[in-house]
């Protein structure tokens, strides 16, 4: 189920920001970024609807996506 962003709390949105951008195997391109430099990319990607917001029933946990995953929303 896609969850709007702005319907979440602002300090939850950091932190599943935050958690999402320390994921192992998460790849920024070449060059390093910093944990800053993530957090506000995909914080952009969410306001330009490049990224969305995911909870899945089954397995009680929140992701980020990219919203062509979910063509029937």
Not at 16 to 36: K, N, V
Not at 39 to 51: D, G, M, P, T
Request: net charge negative.
């Amino acid at each position: 189920m896609i969850i709007p962003w702005q319907h979440i709390d602002s300090k939850t949105l950091d932190n599943l920001i935050e958690a999402f951008a320390l994921r192992e195997g998460t790849d920024y391109g070449e060059q390093e970024c910093s944990l800053s430099q993530k957090v506000e990319n995909i914080r952009r990607q969410l306001a330009s609807n490049k990224a969305v917001l995911v909870w899945s029933e089954l397995h009680e946990t929140m992701n980020i996506m990219r919203p062509e995953l979910f063509p029937l929303r």
